[in-house]
Nanobody
Framework: QVQLVESGGGLVQAGGSLRLSCAAS???????MGWFRQAPGNEREFVAA????????NYADSVKGRFIISRDNAKNTMTLQMNSLEAEDTAVYYC?????????????WGQGTQVIVSS
């Protein structure tokens, strides 16, 4: 079973940067990974995703040009470099692993890490 643990959240001023990390218990090369976030009163939303090899990435329009997703399959980790942070980026950020087995999709989630951006 895949277990994901996020770290790196915290309090930062608007315009600042944070780097989130996600450590996986298994081989990350077996699944695509991504970041989602959930602000108070809102539904969980997509932030960024990266393919199994790391060769393809995708970003939500709201973070494009400011956030960078990357992964190191040798270390079974994924990171999200967040720059030019805005108050609207305040949320709990969740690490996600996604794979398909026997034509069924599976998802694993971390426990979340809080990011607070003060304006």
């Amino acid at each position: 079973q895949v277990q994901l643990v996020e770290s790196g959240g915290g309090l930062v001023q608007a315009g600042g940067s944070l780097r989130l990390s996600c450590a996986a218990s298994g081989r990350t090369s077996n699944y695509a990974m991504g970041w989602f976030r959930q602000a108070p009163g809102n539904e969980r939303e997509f932030v960024a995703a990266i393919s199994q090899s790391g060769g393809n990435t995708n970003y939500a329009d709201s973070v494009k040009g400011r956030f960078i997703i990357s992964r190191d399959n040798a270390k079974n980790t994924m990171t999200l470099q967040m720059n030019s942070l805005e108050a609207e980026d305040t949320a709990v950020y969740y690490c996600n692993g996604h794979w398909v087995s026997a034509n069924r999709p599976y998802d694993a989630w971390g426990q979340g890490t809080q990011v607070i951006v003060s304006s």
